[in-house]
């Protein structure tokens, strides 16, 4: 990448299935520089660590889920960008300015789609 590139985008990526979070994050990293973490916990620390400029999130996790660890974000910087994967009609999370829910088993072009509108949303699409 030159100079005078805008830098890739940075995807935080949260699942607690490791085969899931191992095809995904290759998916991902096609488009954008991904940090894996496979819980709430973890994925908050790692928000804390990379800043990322969107966080891709299963809901159903150990140790902290993903509900927690998005209003955790959210208090932190409350315009990121969420993209929700989950197998629940879940409608929690009006609490994000900007969210996405893509419903599992997910389609892998509907997952890039769902990047591509966070990144117009932070004026990086």
Do not use: W
């Not at 949260?14 to 488009?31: G, L, N, P, Q, W």
């Not at 809901?59 to 629940?88: C, L, W, Y």
């Not at 893509?102 to 890039?112: A, G, R, S, T």
């Amino acid at each position: 990448m030159t100079s005078s590139q805008k830098e890739k985008l940075k995807v935080l990526y949260v699942e607690d299935d490791e085969i899931t979070k191992a095809a995904v994050s290759m998916f991902i990293s096609r488009v954008a520089d991904v940090y894996t973490a496979s819980n709430g916990k973890e994925g908050f620390d790692m928000f804390m660590q990379h800043s990322p400029d969107i966080v891709v999130t299963d809901i159903s996790m150990p140790v902290m889920d993903g509900n927690k660890m998005i209003r955790m974000i959210m208090q932190h910087n409350e315009n990121t960008p969420i993209i929700i994967t989950t197998a629940f009609n879940d409608s929690e999370h009006t609490l994000c300015k900007f969210y996405r829910i893509v419903p599992k088993p997910f389609d892998k072009d509907e997952l890039i789609s769902a990047i591509r509108a966070c990144a117009e949303y932070i004026g990086q699409g």
